[in-house]
């Protein structure tokens, strides 16, 4: 186990033993929260700051407590950020304001939110004075899909702008298309017929009838 690990799980060690006698000097700004599933929250934890407003005797230890294994939310040690302590799960998602640390405000900014992230979390500070721990609850709903708004239905009850008032029923493509070949058989029967009609009349003008004088009569 390397020194590393070893300072971590003390860490857990400490903070588990000293939950009974929790110093007042560290408080949770919120004892719940409650958040939709790819929002953000920010958890805020209060303690007394240094005398001399300095942050590298500050000592932070964060984690999000499960049945099986806590995760590491934020680990500080002597006013900088130990992120190789993070849990892969918070990775690139929990950032700290190092500016309000020195005023004795933690705030853990956590984005994209997941419904798994929901459970309790405890933070621990210790500035020299021995570790002191607040915890708080994070509650993450999922997300609500929002409904699609409603299409006006142009096939029933919809109206004509124009001054009959009567109602406006649009033309399917089939009717369109059941148009135009209606409409081309008969102009080919009109063609037809012409046709014929020319046809018959012209015949009729190159052999016509003979005379009734010249017809021979019967005997």
């Not at 007042?24 to 790819?38: C, G, K, M, P």
């Not at 209606?182 to 012209?202: D, S």
Request: aromatic content about 6%; some cysteine.
């Amino acid at each position: 186990m390397s020194y590393r690990e070893k300072m971590i799980c003390s860490i857990l060690l400490l903070i588990t033993l000293t939950s009974c006698v929790s110093g007042s000097f560290v408080e949770v700004t919120q004892s719940s929260y409650q958040a939709e599933e790819n929002q953000d929250v920010t958890l805020e934890w209060t303690f007394m700051p240094t005398t001399d407003g300095s942050i590298k005797s500050i000592n932070i230890f964060c984690q999000m407590l499960t049945v099986l294994t806590p995760f590491i939310l934020f680990h500080l040690h002597e006013g900088v950020e130990v992120s190789e302590s993070q849990n892969k799960r918070f990775a690139g998602r929990v950032k700290f304001n190092k500016d309000v640390l020195r005023e004795g405000r933690l705030r853990l900014h956590m984005s994209r939110l997941r419904t798994d992230d929901s459970g309790l979390y405890v933070c621990g500070v210790n500035t020299g004075e021995g570790w002191r721990l607040r915890k708080c609850l994070l509650n993450i709903t999922a997300e609500r899909v929002q409904p699609k708004p409603e299409t006006p239905n142009t096939t029933s009850g919809g109206k004509d702008p124009s001054t009959t008032g009567s109602p406006s029923q649009p033309v399917s493509p089939g009717l369109i298309v059941l148009y135009c070949v209606v409409g081309l058989v008969v102009v080919m029967v009109v063609g037809t017929l012409l046709g014929v009609c020319y046809y018959l009349r012209r015949k009729h003008s190159m052999n016509p009838s003979p005379p009734a004088e010249l017809v021979p009569m019967n005997p």
